[in-house]
């Protein structure tokens, strides 16, 4: 696992980088990036993996501990607002990341149902879903190891009434193999009464936020140029080589970064370490307006709480696919997610403001400042975790809310933990869902703008593109072409088992069931034994 430097090993690092200097006639180039989430964990990898010192800061004890997440949008079938551009962006986006993080998927379907109080029908998806089974076939046809979502004409498939009631009439099977396997619970636990017809079911499978951060620190452990300092809070950053700094057109070539350790905050020491880097990448999420004031960057965005809440339910009878039922964003009817892990726990999002959304939980930035301001309640809850009442109550009304749809489901019982955070939004666009990175090469710095997980790898490949065209990085490195075969380091000696090790840790670490570290189908299995052996 990766743990705090000590201060001897900052010292250490320090030192190294001045023999460097000293030593190479051309100078080992530094990169530090400001936040340890998903964004900044993938962006490391990528640098790292190119020879770049890479310095990462994490306020949190580990890589990765963030607003929730849970679901591959391969396809981004929860949004019927966005644009189908934007739809096709996230499918290749999705499949691109996960062929860097296999071991973090859990095969199963998603349904999709339209509830018969919407306005909405399930055939108005249907363009959108073809659009989407014609460019998963492209990308497969660009390369055979793209298929991990299973064949493209299974991507959708449609189940009507009649086929829902003789499937209900099945027995259930425990660990499903094909898709009417999947459906038999979904027909007998859904109030078929409550939906309109046909239902969808789309290969969007399960993501793992446990087994992600397992992924990525063990990924960063490969490199000798990867320096993860969690447990760090950066103080500030400072322009220390800047030319004509009275200009707002003004050029930076190298930044001051100082952190401290959290474990000197809580013991009142006043000690702070500071290093130089040739390059800045803000990657601190919702604070990123916080550093965008420092470096005197002007932004608009905005910053919005989200929770989502963990229950068991012990009645499943096996294993059950994801359960999307539609609704209008922030109304009382808002969209009704319901996310299997292992063991019969749960995962449910209500897009509704008493459950997952919260009435002041979207601010905005000011011209004053582009670090949007959470309310006081929510900043404790991020940071010293939620009081029992307000979880408790939020966690039954979001079973409630799924008991309406799958009435057996009133039975599930709260856990007492949540998955929340602060999530970023760039722009004034609060259905944005596609986003990745702004540049500003005349300042070196970059700031990441990854409203969902799939788009950091992208920010990265821009980001080194950057790097390419200053001159920071060299042209046509090995490294970078393993990046687009996907020959990533870490997979070449770690598997499930290694990420099932270091995942539970983390579970444990932070309060939640065990087994929700864990996946019942493992996407990396599934797609070795249907490679050739050529291919593999």
Known sequence: MTHSPTNAQFQAVKRDAATDAKTHAKPVKRVGILGGGAAGSTIAIRLAALGLETYVFEKQSSLIDGPPMCHLHAGGNLYREIPDEDCVALLKQCIDIVRLYPY?????????AVPTRDAGMPEDLLPRLDTLTDAYHELIEQDINNKILGEPENYYQLYSHEQLIELSKREQVAIPSCVDEWMIPVAKYLDLNKVKFPLIVVQEYGWNIFRLAASAQLALAEYAHAHVFTSTTVKQVVAVDCENCSNIDHHVRKWRIDYQQNSDILDNEAK?????VDYLINACGFRTGIIDDMVGVNVTRMVEFKSSYVTHWGETGGQIPEIIIYGARGTPEGMAQLTPYPNGYFQIHGMSKFITLFNDGLVASTKDS???????QYVHYIEDGWDKAPLQARSQQSIDYVAEFVPTFSSARTVGNALYGGQQIPGVD????????????????????????SSTLIAADEIVQQLTEMGILDNDLPANHE????????????????IDKVARVLAYERGFPIPMADV????????LNNLTTADV
């Not at 702070?272 to 130089?276: G, K, L, N, R, Y």
């Not at 990046?483 to 088992?497: F, G, I, P, T």
């Open 520 to 527: 019942n189908h493992n996407l990396r299995t599934d797609i």
């Open 430 to 453: 609060d259905t944005l869902r596609v986003a990745d990175v702004s540049l500003y090469p005349n300042l070196h710095y970059a700031r990441a703008e990854n409203v969902k997980a």
């Open 483 to 498: 990046r687009y075969a996907h020959q990533w380091a870490y997979l070449m000696h770690n598997d499930s088992v290694a």
């Open 272 to 276: 702070i370490d500071s290093i130089e």
């Open 104 to 112: 973090t998927i859990d095969v199963r379907p998603t349904v999709f």
């Open 370 to 376: 582009a670090q949007p301001k959470l309310p006081a």
